[in-house]
């Protein structure tokens, strides 16, 4: 079975400061990676994922198929970037659905 | 951008009642919704898949007698938690399909069961 973890519950980084917030996934098919942010009151969001390979708001994730990793990263953290991050994993079985980690409550201290 | 919304966004109810929660996407058309749970400082739980014009999947644990879900329109899924109980508060939140990998969530529906 498919899971997802991100052991970092809780992660405070100065502002300015680099940010890596850790996914780490289990799956024996072709992995399909994606990072959501839920800010302070507001829904989840997309914010990338692993085959556009694009850079959103200063993030980017690179899959690691060899370590089973998908880490989350900005080399400058803002105040802005305080929020809530899921790593999810999409499994294609019968139906297009997301297996999500725990979740990562990261805080930009100013 | 997608749009999807949720109605109600919070709602108390008996022990006993059943509720409904609607699940819209406003400006596309899904054919694939979810339905998650989330508790307090918890991830998202997915609880099943709303297929229009055919019977949701639920998964594993999740109760389907219990959580009735209808995907009647290609717009629109509901979640109905029938005879509720405390233990069934929770955040329920819904998410929309959109591209073959996309979701988009909804705002999320607070439920109290008194």
């Known amino acids: 079975a498919q899971r997802v973890t991100q052991p970092e519950k809780l992660l405070s980084v100065f502002k300015g400061a680099p940010v890596e917030l850790k996914c780490n996934y289990s799956y024996s098919g072709s992995p399909e990676l994606f990072w959501y942010v839920q800010y302070s009151r507001q829904r989840l969001q997309l914010l990338l994922r692993?085959?556009s390979r694009e850079s959103i708001k200063g993030f980017t994730a690179d899959l690691n198929k060899g370590e089973t990793s998908f880490h989350l990263k900005k080399p400058f953290a803002q105040e802005e970037d305080s929020a809530m991050y899921y790593c999810a994993l999409h499994v294609k079985a019968g139906n297009e659905k997301l297996t999500f980690g725990t979740g990562t409550r990261l805080t930009i201290i100013p | 951008g997608a749009v999807v919304s949720q109605h109600p966004s919070w709602v108390i109810c008996k022990s006993g009642t059943s509720v409904k929660i609607e699940c819209r996407s406003l400006d596309f058309q899904a054919t694939t919704m979810f339905w998650y749970r989330q508790f307090p400082k918890q991830s998202l739980m997915l609880m099943a898949t709303?297929?229009?014009?055919?019977?949701?999947?639920?998964e594993q644990g999740v109760e389907k007698d219990k959580f009735l879900i209808n995907h009647a329109s290609l717009t629109l899924s509901t979640l109905t938690v029938t005879s509720a109980h405390p233990e069934d508060s929770s955040f329920y939140i819904c998410?929309?399909?959109?591209?073959?990998?996309?979701?988009?969530f909804g705002p999320g529906t607070r439920l109290t069961v008194t």
């Open positions: 709303s297929n229009e014009g055919s019977k949701a999947t639920y």
């Open positions: 998410s929309a399909l959109r591209d073959r990998y996309e979701q988009y």
């Open positions: 692993h085959i």
